[in-house]
Nanobody, 121 residues
C-alpha cells in the first residue's frame, strides 16, 4: 500500500496550487483522508481532512482559502489551495486510514512521501 502525492511547487503570494494524493496497492476501504504539513523547525500539523461521508475539517489558518475533496472510487484526496501566503510554505503530506484486501478488518494509517510547497515572491 502506498500514497503518492503530487502537485507541489513554487508559487507567488496570492497564487494557487492543487495537490493530489492517490492511494494504491490492494486497498479494501479508505476511511479518513487528509493533508498535513510541516514547516522547518515546526511540528507536523493538520491542514484539512475529509471523512468517507464527506465531512471536512480545516486548520483555522487555512479555512476559507483551502478546499479538501476526495474521489472515493479512485482512492484519491485533493487539496485546492488559494490565496497562498509565505506562511503556507512547508512539506505537505497526505494521510489515509485504510484497510487492505488481505486484512479488511484491520485499519491502518499510511502516509505519503510529502510534496514541497514554497510560497515566495
Amino acid at each position: 500500500v502506498q500514497l503518492q502525492a503530487s502537485g507541489g511547487g513554487l508559487v507567488r503570494p496570492g497564487g494557487s496550487l492543487r495537490l493530489s494524493c492517490l492511494a494504491s496497492g490492494g486497498i479494501f476501504r479508505v476511511n479518513f483522508m487528509g493533508w498535513f504539513r510541516q514547516a522547518p523547525g515546526k511540528q507536523r500539523e493538520l491542514v484539512a481532512g475529509i471523512s468517507r461521508d464527506g465531512f471536512t475539517n480545516y486548520a483555522d489558518s487555512v479555512n476559507a482559502r483551502f478546499t479538501v475533496s476526495r474521489d472515493i472510487a479512485k482512492n484519491a484526496v485533493y487539496l485546492q489551495m488559494s490565496s497562498l501566503e509565505p506562511e503556507d510554505t512547508a512539506v505537505y503530506y497526505c494521510k489515509a486510514d485504510l484497510s487492505t484486501e488481505t486484512d479488511p478488518f484491520y485499519l491502518q494509517t499510511v502516509w505519503g512521501q510529502g510534496t514541497q510547497v514554497t510560497v515566495s515572491s
